[in-house]
């Protein structure tokens, strides 16, 4: 059984974008393209209607090559309960209110058991200070906490594939 991963809305937006100016931008482009290419095919990946949604918004054809990057990826469902998951994260520090959907995202990750949440949003999902705060809140709630890290991280020879 392959590790699973949740794609989150800025995996797709770093993989379509027109190559950036800015150097940091387009070093995450590559690494994300680099990660797309060589290591999504060691793990079962799934996204949501969330990042569907958020992948949809923006220039027409921006948005066509993001939702084309994930239209072969298994959708998870949101409820009621990963609708309250998310606001305990908010409402307990983990996220700030400001950041609802990201809270979403990471309640997705952990109501489905997802083994890993890839994300280049390191100011309220990958944020090291954050992390443990989001940690705590998974586990005392009951769930699964799926380990939040950026392409860089998440290479093929850095994961066990069980089995």
Not at 2 to 15: A, C, D, G, M
Not at 21 to 45: G, K, M, N, S
Not at 67 to 90: G, N, V, W, Y
Not at 109 to 136: E, M
């Amino acid at each position: 059984m392959k590790p699973t991963v949740y794609i989150e809305t800025s995996i797709p937006s770093y993989l379509t974008a027109r190559t950036s100016r800015d150097i940091r931008a387009a070093a995450w482009q590559q690494i994300t393209q680099e990660w797309w290419d060589e290591a999504r095919h060691h793990y079962e990946l799934f996204t949501s209607e969330l990042t569907l949604l958020e992948a949809s918004a923006g220039h027409e054809e921006a948005a066509k090559r993001r939702l084309e990057a994930l239209e072969t990826i298994p959708e998870l469902k949101i409820d009621s309960e990963t609708q309250q998951l998310a606001e305990l994260m908010i409402t307990q520090g983990g996220i700030p209110a400001k950041a609802q959907a990201d809270a979403l995202h990471v309640a997705i990750a952990a109501l489905h058991r997802i083994d890993y949440l890839l994300t280049w949003n390191c100011r309220h999902i990958d944020n090291a200070a954050k992390k443990p705060i989001i940690r705590a809140i998974c586990l005392q709630a009951g769930y699964h906490y799926p380990e939040i890290c950026t392409p860089i991280e998440l290479q093929p020879e850095n994961v066990d594939e069980r089995g």
